[in-house]
């Protein structure tokens, strides 16, 4: 079966320009995440979506940070104004939550956005 | 606050020998489930293993098990007979059994050396 993709997979804009990212879970996975690894560093988590619950918003960097999850499976990460140090990889994960493992999470291969 | 301290940023292994990559967490939680990843140089993140916390068996994969020792918090993994496809970034992971995030340390490098 499919596994988690993400698009595009590199990314290459200019400072001040907004970018969407874009997730595709597995079908059927109710738990939607998203992550950013920044060079040598590792996964530093930005929100969580589950179900029809309130996304738990609590690791976005900064208001220029946005995302939604339309019918409850693919979702977009928006930044906004891009700044150099947004320059990282975003990591996207879903999984089960509502049968085993529902606590296992299961990665797409990453967009890779450079700011310039 | 959740913490996952992977004080190893790079290890080596010759081929078809035995490594262990050293992993700590800080919690106060009593339940929770602990996972290896690996991420090789395509990026993709892929689960290596996982550990139930109430679960006093260390949990094995094939070629690969952890040493869990609760009260130490510590989650190390054993890689045997280390294989070339092994080469990759590995990065240990904490989550609360009643939690959505997951915590993630920073990982550690591993080189098999042919």
């Known amino acids: 079966g499919a596994g988690v993709s993400q698009s595009p997979s590199n990314k290459v804009t200019e400072k001040g320009k907004d970018v969407e990212l874009r997730c595709d879970p597995i079908?059927?996975?109710?738990?939607l995440y998203w992550y950013r690894q920044s060079l040598g560093q590792g996964l530093e988590f930005l929100i969580y979506?589950?179900?029809?619950?309130?996304?738990?918003k609590s690791g976005l960097p900064s208001d220029r940070f946005s995302a939604e999850r339309t019918g409850g499976s693919v979702s977009t990460l928006t930044i906004q104004r891009t700044q150099q140090e947004d320059s990282a990889v975003y990591l996207c994960?879903?999984?089960?939550?509502?049968?085993?493992?529902?606590?296992?999470?299961?990665f797409g291969p990453g967009t890779r956005l450079l700011v310039l | 606050a959740q913490t996952v301290t992977q004080s190893q940023p790079e290890m080596s292994v010759q081929e078809a020998e035995t490594v262990t990559l050293s992993c700590t967490y800080d919690?106060?939680?009593?339940?929770?489930?602990l996972f290896w990843y690996k991420q090789p140089p395509s990026r993709q993140m892929i689960l290596v293993i996982r550990?139930?916390?109430?679960?006093?068996q260390n949990a094995t994969e094939n070629r690969f098990s952890v040493n869990f020792q609760k009260a130490a918090k510590s989650f190390s993994l054993k890689i045997s007979d280390s294989q070339l496809g092994d080469a990759a970034m590995y990065f240990c992971?904490?989550?609360?059994?009643?939690?959505?995030?997951?915590?993630f340390g920073t990982g550690t490098s591993l080189t098999v050396i042919p």
């Open positions: 979506f589950q179900g029809n619950s309130a996304p738990d």
């Open positions: 994960a879903s999984s089960p939550s509502d049968r085993p493992p529902r606590e296992t999470q299961y």
């Open positions: 992971a904490y989550r609360r059994k009643a939690g959505n995030q997951f915590y």
């Open positions: 079908s059927g996975h109710t738990a």
């Open positions: 919690t106060s939680e009593s339940d929770y489930y």
């Open positions: 550990q139930e916390a109430y679960k006093q």
